[in-house]
């Protein structure tokens, strides 16, 4: 079983920046990928970043060149740099891990998220 764990949610104003840290516990066959989600008030979850087990990166264009997704597998922690923050961000962020379990079945993991509010 896998587990997913995110911080660094909090409420800043618009033009500032946050970090959100997503750590990975537990044990996996293998990782397709992992991306950050979030779901505005009223909104339905979409997707805000991905980064795949080669490095490669997808981001949706309303935080292109604003937000950057990384990893460190050292720390087992992924991370998202999020820069310039409009009050549209406002949202909880979800982590996900898209990958196979020992048993090879496709696996699919969420963190319980952090609220993220951008405001004056």
């Known amino acids: 079983q896998v587990q997913l764990v995110e911080s660094g949610g909090d409420l800043v104003q618009p033009g500032g920046s946050l970090r959100l840290s997503c750590v990975v516990s537990g044990s996996i066959f293998s990782i397709n990928a992992m991306g950050w989600y979030r779901q505005g008030p009223g909104k339905q979850r979409e997707l805000v970043a991905t980064i795949t087990s080669d490095g490669s990166t997808n981001y949706a264009d309303s935080v292109k060149g604003r937000f950057t997704i990384s990893r460190d597998n050292a720390k087992s922690t992924m991370y998202l740099q999020m820069t310039s923050l409009k009050s549209e961000d406002t949202a909880v962020y979800y982590c996900?891990?898209?990958?196979?379990?020992?048993?090879?079945?496709?696996?699919?993991?969420w963190g319980r998220g952090t609220q993220v509010t951008v405001s004056s």
């Open positions: 996900n891990l898209d990958g196979r379990d020992w048993d090879l079945r496709r696996s699919d993991y």
